[in-house]
Structure formats: structure tokens, C-alpha cells
């Protein structure tokens, strides 16, 4: 297991310089025409895939890093350039993630070149969990599926799906068994132009237009039974555990990991946001001298630099978590989300107020980052439902009673726990050569003064 760290390697500021150097030549200069026109920003997909963001071994390899760090780092860097294109980029992830999660290994060797194609051949693929009269609750899935004979059928509508209707691959998460609530849930494959499954309407939005979201039917959607995540077997056991009261939802682990990364989205946006209002303030004169001379400026955006870092420390230590199969105690993952999606708003909203009239109109960018900041208190669970996750822990004892960190993993013997930093040999050995030095001379206490600095 790594252990959780700041300290980036040079791979991962390789990452970042590769990232940001495609959010700021290529994805910038093509924001506004794709926010103004609403289309999937195809030709920014396939430029991606040249560069080596779009294919399923690249995010394999950000999720397995142990560090926890690499994804989060591309995915700020991604959304710094634009919301809605750095969705439609990686969207196919969330897909792959709930795969990874749920499926077998056989099923993501065959599904997951499917949903991201090569260059000039470009695939998409969605996650379809959230219903019309649901939203974030899960335990209020309408969507069911029902086996025949070899096959699946599902019937059912999704909203709020991001590829929905153009993906390629679909992942469906359905009701198989109504009286076990969320833990009688399942997974399942409908690849493109299935019968059964169609478009209902594409969603005008708020914002991320850049990303194409629609409303899905599944009316005697039939698909083979393989397309089962995880298959038969895996299934039946999950719902005799759960028939015992054990087990958890099939949709549960995926937003486990998906939490942190929308954390690290609307990080990106968060970060755009501050950097423009802060530039902008030290440029813009008022009264004869720059606005950020005034507390009036400079004080909310002293607040924002402060809880853009907490709200990426947190995203970090979610990230490592999750990474390394740490459980989140006390809702840690949605912590990160809960504090990037508000800090995110936040942010947006202070550079429209520090831009002024520019602010609110579409010269400058800052109103399309408002727009696409709201989104990340909404979607993989409201703020509401953040809180609700968090509130729920409330009443462990074990992940009240004690911070975090007394619960994390690590040495827990060996020569460490005797001698280490703090330790009681230590802190005596520290005492006795104390008690020493009164009677060395003073050439003596320089050395042991320079050699007892701390970090010599």
C-alpha cells in the first residue's frame, strides 16, 4: 500500500505540463464555439485521442496509480480548460469505472475498447443511474430488469445522461429484485441501437453544453444475458447476502470512485475561475490604483485561495483512499465532492463580481464558468445527498470518536513504532544527552546543536 503523500514525481508534473499544455492550446481557443453551438465536440475528442487522453489503458492507469494522485491531477487540469468538453473527454471513465467495478474480467476486455474507439474512429460511452422521479436516490430506481429465457429485458427511463443515446456502450443499472431495495440492484450492457432503447430527447442545459445529456427509455429492451455485470453466479450470490441484510448497492462502489473525481472537475473550474478574477482585479483600475488594492476584492478572494486548497487536499486524500481500498469512515469521498462542487460556485460567482458588468456578459468567460460550476452540486448526488452520506457516520462511534488519520493504515510495529519520530526511547535518549550538554563545553554544543536542528 503507498502511503498517502504530497509529493508529486516527476510523472506526475509530466502529466500535468501534457494536460494543462491540451486544456490551454487546444481546448481554450474552442470553448465558447462549442458552449454557443451545443455539439459534442468531436474533433476535440479525436485530437484527444492522438495525444493519448482518450483510451481505456490511460485511465486504467490513472485509477491503479497508488499514489491516488494522477487522476485527479489530469482531471484539473482538463476542466481548467473547459467544463463541458473535458466532460464529453473523459465521461466514457465514469462508464469504465462502473465496469471495472462490477464486471468480470472477460466483460472488460470486451467492452472497453468499445467505448473509446481510436482516432478516427471515435467511440463514446455513458452511465445511466439517475431516473426522472429519483434523482440521486438510488433506492428509488423504477427501471427494472427481468430475465427471459437467455436474455435480459429491462424497461425503464433514465434523465441527465451524459452520452446518452450516441454512446456506443451504455451502462444500465436496474432493479432485479424490488424487495431488497438498493442491494437488489444490478448492472447491466446495452450497446448502441439495441432495440428497445431509445432516445427521448436531447436536454437543453444551464451549462457544460459542450456535452450532449438526454432522457433514455428501455420499453422490452432485451439484451443476452452475458451483457449481466459480473454474470449470473456473482449475481445470485450478491442477493442471497442481501436477503441475510449483508452486501451493499451495485451502484455503491462506483460512486465511491467517482465522488473524487468530480471533485478534481470542479476543482478545474474552481481554479479558472480564481486565476481569472485575480488577474483581472490586478489589472483593472479604479480610482487610481488596482481593485485588488481593495479589501473589498481581495478579501473573498483570500477566502477562495484558502478553500480551493482545503477543497484539493480533501480530493487528494479521497483519491488515495480509494485508490488504496482504504473505507471511507466518515463519507470522505463525499466530503471532497460536497467542498470542491460549493468552492467551485463559489469561485465562479466572485470572478463574475470582480469583473463587474464584463462579468455578466459573454466577452469574457467568467459567465460560462458560472454556468458550468452549478452543475457539480447536482450531479453523482446532490450536496444535499453529500451531507446526507456524511450525517449518516454521525452516529458510528468508530469514525466520531477519533480523527481520520488514527484510522488510517500504517506501521503498526516493528523498529518505527519503538524508535521513531515521538517515540518514548527518543524522547528519553533526547532527555539524557539534555542532561548532558550542561556539562559540555561550548564547542561541544555547537555540534550537537547543529546535528539535534530539526531537519538535519
Given at each position: 500500500?503507498?502511503?498517502?503523500?504530497?509529493?508529486?514525481?516527476?510523472?506526475?508534473?509530466?502529466?500535468?505540463r501534457?494536460?494543462?499544455?491540451?486544456?490551454?492550446?487546444?481546448?481554450?481557443?474552442?470553448?465558447?464555439k462549442?458552449?454557443a453551438?451545443?455539439e459534442?465536440?468531436?474533433?476535440?475528442?479525436?485530437?484527444?485521442?492522438?495525444e493519448?487522453?482518450y483510451?481505456?489503458?490511460?485511465?486504467?492507469?490513472?485509477?491503479?496509480?497508488?499514489?491516488?494522485?494522477?487522476?485527479?491531477?489530469?482531471?484539473?487540469?482538463?476542466?481548467?480548460?473547459?467544463?463541458?468538453?473535458?466532460?464529453?473527454?473523459?465521461?466514457?471513465?465514469l462508464?469504465?469505472?462502473?465496469?471495472?467495478q462490477?464486471?468480470?474480467?472477460e466483460?472488460?476486455?470486451?467492452?472497453?475498447?468499445?467505448?473509446?474507439?481510436?482516432s478516427?474512429?471515435?467511440?463514446?460511452a455513458?452511465?445511466?443511474?439517475?431516473?426522472?422521479q429519483g434523482?440521486?436516490?438510488?433506492?428509488n430506481?423504477?427501471?427494472?430488469?427481468?430475465?427471459?429465457?437467455?436474455?435480459?429485458?429491462?424497461?425503464?427511463?433514465?434523465?441527465?445522461?451524459?452520452?446518452?443515446?450516441?454512446?456506443?456502450?451504455?451502462?444500465?443499472?436496474?432493479?432485479?429484485?424490488?424487495?431488497?431495495?438498493t442491494?437488489?440492484?444490478?448492472?447491466?450492457?446495452?450497446?448502441?441501437?439495441?432495440?428497445?432503447?431509445?432516445?427521448?430527447?436531447?436536454?437543453?442545459?444551464?451549462?457544460?453544453?459542450a456535452?450532449?445529456?438526454?432522457?433514455?427509455?428501455?420499453?422490452?429492451?432485451?439484451?443476452?444475458?452475458?451483457?449481466?455485470?459480473?454474470?449470473?453466479?456473482?449475481?445470485?450470490?450478491?442477493?442471497?447476502?442481501?436477503?441475510?441484510?449483508?452486501?451493499?448497492?451495485?451502484?455503491?462502489?462506483?460512486?465511491?470512485?467517482?465522488?473524487?473525481?468530480?471533485?478534481?472537475?470542479?476543482?478545474?473550474?474552481a481554479?479558472?475561475?480564481?486565476?481569472?478574477?485575480?488577474?483581472?482585479?490586478?489589472?483593472?483600475?479604479?480610482?487610481?490604483?488596482?481593485?485588488?488594492?481593495?479589501?473589498?476584492?481581495?478579501?473573498?478572494?483570500?477566502?477562495?485561495?484558502?478553500?480551493?486548497?482545503?477543497?484539493?487536499?480533501?480530493?487528494?486524500?479521497?483519491?488515495?483512499?480509494?485508490?488504496?481500498?482504504?473505507?471511507?469512515?466518515?463519507?470522505?469521498?463525499?466530503?471532497?465532492?460536497?467542498?470542491?462542487?460549493?468552492?467551485?460556485?463559489?469561485?465562479?460567482?466572485?470572478a463574475?463580481q470582480?469583473c463587474?458588468?464584463?462579468?455578466?456578459?459573454?466577452?469574457?468567460?467568467?459567465?460560462?464558468w458560472?454556468?458550468?460550476?452549478?452543475?457539480?452540486?447536482?450531479?453523482?448526488?446532490?450536496?444535499e445527498?453529500?451531507?446526507?452520506?456524511?450525517?449518516r457516520?454521525?452516529?458510528?462511534?468508530?469514525?466520531?470518536?477519533?480523527?481520520?488519520?488514527?484510522?488510517?493504515?500504517?506501521?503498526?510495529?516493528?523498529?518505527?513504532?519503538?524508535?521513531g519520530?515521538?517515540?518514548?526511547?527518543?524522547?528519553?535518549a533526547?532527555?539524557?544527552?539534555?542532561?548532558?550538554?550542561?556539562?559540555?563545553p561550548?564547542?561541544?554544543?555547537?555540534?550537537g546543536?547543529?546535528?539535534?536542528?530539526?531537519?538535519?
Open positions: 500500500m503507498s502511503a498517502f503523500t504530497l509529493e508529486l514525481t516527476p510523472a506526475h508534473h509530466e502529466l500535468i501534457r494536460t494543462h499544455a491540451f486544456a490551454e492550446d487546444v481546448i481554450r481557443p474552442a470553448a465558447a462549442y458552449d453551438a451545443e459534442c465536440p468531436w474533433e476535440i475528442v479525436d485530437r484527444a485521442a492522438q493519448g487522453f483510451n481505456a489503458l490511460f485511465y486504467a492507469d490513472l485509477i491503479s496509480d497508488p499514489t491516488g494522485l494522477s487522476l485527479p491531477l489530469f482531471l484539473e487540469e482538463m476542466f481548467w480548460g473547459c467544463a463541458g468538453i473535458g466532460l464529453t473527454v473523459v465521461l466514457p471513465a462508464a469504465l469505472s462502473a465496469l471495472n462490477a464486471g468480470t474480467p466483460q472488460l476486455a470486451r467492452w472497453a475498447p468499445e467505448m473509446f474507439g481510436e478516427g474512429d471515435i467511440k463514446l455513458a452511465l445511466a443511474v439517475s431516473e426522472p434523482g440521486s436516490d438510488v433506492a430506481l423504477q427501471t427494472r430488469a427481468r430475465k427471459e429465457g437467455d436474455e435480459w429485458v429491462l424497461d425503464g427511463e433514465k434523465i441527465w445522461i451524459g452520452n446518452g443515446g450516441i454512446a456506443d456502450v451504455t451502462i444500465v443499472n436496474a432493479v432485479v429484485d424490488p424487495e431488497l431495495g442491494k437488489g440492484q444490478a448492472m447491466f450492457v446495452v450497446p448502441k441501437d439495441t432495440p428497445g432503447m431509445e432516445q427521448v430527447r436531447r436536454l437543453r442545459k444551464l451549462g457544460h453544453r456535452s450532449h445529456t438526454a432522457e433514455l427509455r428501455f420499453e422490452d429492451c432485451r439484451i443476452p444475458s452475458e451483457h449481466l455485470l459480473g454474470g449470473e453466479d456473482k449475481l445470485e450470490h450478491k442477493l442471497e447476502k442481501a436477503r441475510r441484510g449483508e452486501g451493499k448497492p451495485a451502484a455503491l462502489g462506483t460512486f465511491e470512485q467517482t465522488r473524487p473525481m468530480v471533485a478534481a472537475m470542479a476543482l478545474g473550474v481554479r479558472a475561475s480564481f486565476e481569472y478574477a485575480c488577474s483581472y482585479a490586478r489589472e483593472r483600475e479604479a480610482f487610481g490604483s488596482p481593485i485588488i488594492d481593495n479589501q473589498g476584492v481581495s478579501f473573498p478572494l483570500a477566502d477562495l485561495a484558502a478553500d480551493i486548497d482545503a477543497a484539493r487536499l480533501l480530493t487528494w486524500r479521497a483519491s488515495w483512499m480509494a485508490a488504496n481500498g482504504v473505507p471511507f469512515q466518515a463519507g470522505e469521498g463525499s466530503m471532497s465532492k460536497l467542498k470542491a462542487s460549493e468552492v467551485a460556485v463559489r469561485a465562479a460567482e466572485q463574475v470582480t463587474g458588468g464584463w462579468g455578466y456578459v459573454d466577452d469574457l468567460p467568467v459567465e460560462k458560472y454556468r458550468d460550476a452549478k452543475l457539480y452540486t447536482i450531479f453523482e448526488g446532490t450536496s445527498i453529500q451531507r446526507m452520506v456524511i450525517g457516520t454521525l452516529n458510528d462511534p468508530e469514525a466520531t470518536d477519533t480523527p481520520l488519520h488514527h484510522h488510517l493504515p500504517g506501521d503498526r510495529g516493528g523498529v518505527s513504532r519503538k524508535f519520530h515521538g517515540s518514548l526511547a527518543r524522547a528519553r533526547g532527555g539524557a544527552l539534555m542532561n548532558l550538554a550542561k556539562k559540555a561550548d564547542s561541544v554544543l555547537r555540534l546543536g547543529k546535528l539535534a536542528s530539526p531537519g538535519t
